[in-house]
Nanobody, 121 residues
Framework: QVQLVESGGGLVQPGGSLRLSCAAS????????MGWYRQAPGKQRELVAS???????NYSDSVKDRFTISRDVARNTVYLQMRSLKPEDTAVYYC???????????????WGQGTSVTVSS
């Protein structure tokens, strides 16, 4: 089984910054990609940013140039640095991992428990 532990959410004023972390633990053959999604009240969950094993990144248009996703391969941890935060960034942020299971090499997806980000004055 694989577990994802997230941290770093909280309350921040508009224009402020926060850094989210997500650490993966457990047995697996290889991580293909890690990403961050968010879900605001009354809205569907949406992709915020992702990073693949080769290091390429992808961002939603709404966070491009404000958020940066990065990964520490040795620590199996993905980060989301959020700057110039806006009230519309308020949501629960979820970490996601796309990996190959040990042994069977079956592709599997896991979610973190979510961390709340509130941007408000």
């Amino acid at each position: 089984q694989v577990q994802l532990v997230e941290s770093g959410g909280g309350l921040v004023q508009p224009g402020g910054s926060l850094r989210l972390s997500c650490a993966a633990s457990g047995r697996y053959f290889r991580i293909n990609a890690m990403g961050w999604y968010r879900q605001a009240p009354g809205k569907q969950r949406e992709l915020v940013a992702s990073i693949i094993s080769g290091g390429s990144t992808n961002y939603s248009d709404s966070v491009k140039d404000r958020f940066t996703i990065s990964r520490d391969v040795a620590r199996n941890t993905v980060y989301l640095q959020m700057r110039s935060l806006k009230p519309e960034d308020t949501a629960v942020y979820y970490c996601n991992v796309d990996l190959l299971r040990s042994g069977s090499l079956r592709r599997e997806y896991y979610w973190g428990q979510g961390t709340s980000v509130t941007v408000s004055s």
